[in-house]
């Protein structure tokens, strides 16, 4: 077998494992956790639905779809830090790039560089195509949050003010998707499935 | 909430069930089936990895990967047909048209219209994207199948004949890949993996 295709079969076989991360979000029927693997096809699938709140400015789609299927892969070493937990945001960035480094150095050097590119363009959030992707991840979770009647958020006794925090970015750059939001988190704290 | 933001959402909502739809397929650790979300994010980033092997003809990627992330969803309706029940496929195709009326159609039509034309192009395996997609389909289990001591196969009772049936379109156009695989094929039966 030649090298590329060998380290590309590495790389595949070791991201299985983000199928076996959990996250607080429960899934929409509530009966358990879900995965990173599912949220990453999840928010993949939003971002080609969703474009058209993005406004006029084109997006590069693909861009935004191959950021979303790995913006989760250094979990596999870091694991899955809470939105809302606040301890285990010290040293996340470096622990999360120490993962990368690992496990996207396991492809072949120009599609390993690619990926630490697009990971790093993700996290930074700051072109155009990093903020729409960051905006489907953001929103998923508060779907699921929303419709399971605040599950993880009661278990972790969030308040409105920080979910409202976390999608503020969304109101210049997609006003509807930003009321949209809003409007659950406002029901959310009327039904109480969210603290004020 | 204007109609077009209501009907995705609503198709959002409604998707999450591919999560809960488990497939023959275990796991790389061989701990539990794999569900068809987790499946679909997989093989998604598989087709941004391995388009080389595909020959020097470029391919949309977009469009791959979109027919990945939505091939399975009419499983939500209609279940999973393991690739080697022979009974499972009788009607099969007529039930997952149903589905796929039924689901795509929570969309905005131009978006619900946009999604049957993609899975109808999966199905019918025609165009180069098709047969790429489906490629990434047929080795992705393969790869979990061999790396688990063919856990699947073995409780199927498979045969190598079958398997390499289903991969031999590849053979004329992804020759590596096909070798690969092959190799796998053939050393799963030394190892007694798979019936020969």
Do not use: C
């Given at each position: 077998?030649?090298?590329?295709?060998?380290?590309?079969?590495?790389?595949i076989r070791e991201v299985d494992k983000l199928k076996t991360?959990?996250?607080?979000?429960?899934?929409?029927?509530?009966?358990?956790?879900?995965?990173?693997?599912?949220?990453?096809?999840?928010?993949?699938?939003?971002?080609?639905?969703?474009?058209?709140?993005?406004?006029?400015?084109?997006?590069?789609?693909?861009?935004?779809?191959?950021?979303?299927?790995?913006?989760?892969?250094?979990?596999?070493?870091?694991?899955?830090?809470?939105?809302?937990?606040?301890?285990?945001?010290?040293?996340?960035?470096?622990?999360?790039?120490?993962?990368?480094?690992?496990?996207?150095?396991?492809?072949?050097?120009?599609?390993?560089?690619?990926?630490?590119?697009?990971?790093?363009?993700?996290?930074?959030?700051?072109?155009?195509?990093?903020?729409?992707?960051?905006?489907?991840?953001?929103?998923?979770?508060?779907?699921?949050?929303?419709?399971?009647?605040?599950?993880?958020?009661?278990?972790?006794?969030?308040?409105?003010?920080?979910?409202?925090?976390?999608?503020?970015?969304?109101?210049?750059?997609?006003?509807?998707?930003?009321?949209?939001?809003?409007?659950?988190?406002?029901?959310?704290?009327?039904?109480?499935?969210?603290?004020?």
């Amino acid at each position: 077998m030649n090298d590329r295709l060998s380290r590309q079969i590495a790389f595949i076989r070791e991201v299985d494992k983000l199928k076996t991360i959990f996250r607080q979000t429960y899934l929409m029927d509530a009966a358990r956790h879900e995965n990173d693997a599912e949220h990453s096809w999840h928010i993949a699938l939003m971002a080609w639905l969703l474009e058209e709140h993005r406004g006029p400015e084109k997006l590069d789609v693909l861009r935004v779809m191959k950021m979303l299927l790995i913006h989760d892969i250094v979990e596999i070493d870091a694991g899955d830090t809470f939105a809302y937990d606040v301890q285990g945001h010290e040293n996340q960035f470096e622990r999360e790039r120490q993962a990368a480094v690992r496990i996207f150095g396991l492809l072949p050097s120009d599609q390993s560089a690619e990926m630490m590119e697009l990971w790093l363009e993700f996290e930074q959030r700051e072109t155009a195509e990093a903020r729409y992707a960051a905006a489907m991840d953001r929103i998923q979770p508060l779907l699921h949050n929303y419709y399971t009647e605040g599950k993880a958020w009661r278990e972790h006794r969030v308040t409105s003010g920080r979910v409202l925090e976390r999608i503020r970015f969304l109101e210049r750059e997609m006003p509807e998707l930003h009321a949209f939001v809003a409007g659950l988190i406002d029901d959310a704290v009327k039904q109480g499935y969210l603290l004020p």
